[in-house]
């Protein structure tokens, strides 16, 4: 086949070095729109199981990832002035730079024999004539999905919460989280190493915080030295660096979920962000990408029929994820109502934290659940049951990480 990968993020990438493990007569090529090495963003997350999948289905990449990772094993919860709070026996996770993942995979699709061409945008798939299959990898705002947004049933629906993706000096030995109150309401951050350099600092809170704080009308200098007051007892003396992109610097946003009813259209198939985008607190958007990579490759090399292949990763890559979308979805909520938890001694919020997947809770006063849920967890260990989390550590939001399943 002669296939074009549009976009060089995680998901056009993956997809290109899993064809060409399967064929390597495939003619594959990626286009990047930007220059070689430039990424937005800081690092991404990822958990020991995709590690797992990852080497399965292509053990050179997966163990250059991991090389290139930071490792955590637990969760560190810092409410206000209270001491903070740590969860142990999570899964283990890893943090990795954006742009040092996306030259992993980039590196080992040239060795394939992926041919790779940045700085090409395409705008319309009259530029790939003759191309078998076009796989549109090229973001949330994929620029040929756009061209027929009727066709795939494009929606988009925007958080009230506004957030800002940054990075910093200070090296996160866990995953770590920081709610602060202020006079305005509640702000907070999750951070995690992905480098010995950097780490990540996410920073969310509600409009009216934001406002109130006047980070709305703060330049980026003056933001930052905000932030970097109400987050000074993590940061230890550190400073927070704004988003470097060469579309701009830091700046807030409000997270769009999108969503499609249809994945395909001709020789037109959308995959990573392009297909559908998750809320970052739940960490999954990079394993999404590349697990729709992974059922794709999977789709097509099980049915020659192009239409009928296409049809099969839309139907059973809609449903595997669906879980997690869900999850997804609470998850943002629990956020966006987190007044409703701040209230509660700071281990039954960072235990409810850990539950804000769940469907029950937005409809339980916090303090009843975090009882049910103890008695229930008492119940459990009584049994000898040793499959779930412990008292008041973190629950998984389905399997994100399942790469190339059927």
């Not at 399965?56 to 990772?69: F, G, L, M, T, W």
């Not at 000096?169 to 602060?180: G, H, L, P, Q, R």
């Not at 946003?253 to 249809?262: A, K, V």
Request: contains cysteine.
């Amino acid at each position: 086949m002669k296939i074009a990968c549009v976009g060089g993020g995680p998901a056009g990438l993956y997809f290109a070095i899993l064809m060409k493990r399967v064929n390597p007569s495939h003619e594959i090529t990626v286009y990047e729109r930007n220059s070689a090495g430039a990424s937005c963003g800081w690092g991404v997350t990822y958990w020991e199981e995709l590690f797992d999948n990852l080497r399965r289905a292509d053990p050179e990449s997966a163990q250059a990832v991991k090389e290139s990772s930071l490792h955590w094993d637990h969760w560190a919860v810092h409410v206000h002035d209270q001491a903070a709070v740590t969860v142990n026996h999570w899964d283990e996770g890893y943090g990795i730079g954006r742009r040092q993942l996306l030259g992993i995979l980039a590196d080992r699709a040239r060795a394939l024999g992926v041919r790779t061409e940045f700085e090409r945008e395409i705008a319309s798939e009259d530029e790939l004539a003759g191309t078998d299959l076009i796989a549109a990898a090229d973001g949330a705002g994929s620029v040929l999905r756009g061209r027929h947004a009727d066709h795939f049933g494009t929606e988009i629906a925007v958080g009230r919460n506004v957030y800002t993706w940054l990075g910093t000096t200070k090296i996160f030995d866990c995953f770590t989280f920081s709610f602060v109150e202020t006079p305005h309401g509640w702000i907070w951050c999750y951070g995690y190493g992905f480098s010995e350099g950097h780490s990540t600092c996410v920073v969310e809170c509600s409009p009216a915080t934001w406002r109130g704080l006047e980070l709305d009308q703060a330049s980026e200098a003056e933001g930052l030295v905000i932030l970097e007051k109400l987050f000074a007892d993590i940061l230890d003396g550190h400073p927070l660096i704004g988003r470097t992109c060469e579309h701009g610097g830091a700046h807030w946003l409000n997270f769009q979920t999108l969503t499609n009813r249809t994945w395909h259209r001709g020789n037109l198939v959308l995959l990573g962000d392009a297909a559908h985008t998750t809320h970052y607190s739940v960490g999954a958007g990079t394993a999404l990408a590349l697990g729709d990579a992974a059922f794709l490759v999977n789709a097509l090399h099980e049915d020659p029929r192009l239409e009928s292949a296409l049809s099969r990763y839309e139907r059973k890559r809609q449903s595997a994820i669906m879980s997690v979308q869900r999850a997804a979805r609470y998850s943002a909520q629990w956020y966006e109502n987190l007044p409703r938890y701040a209230g509660l001694p700071p281990r039954q919020m960072v235990a409810l934290l850990g539950r804000r997947y769940s469907q029950v809770l937005p409809h339980v006063p916090p303090r009843l659940y975090y009882r049910i849920n103890q008695v229930a967890e008492w119940f459990e260990a009584r049994r000898g049951s040793t499959g779930g989390p412990e008292a008041g550590g973190p629950e998984r939001p389905g399997r994100p990480d399942e790469i190339g399943a059927h």
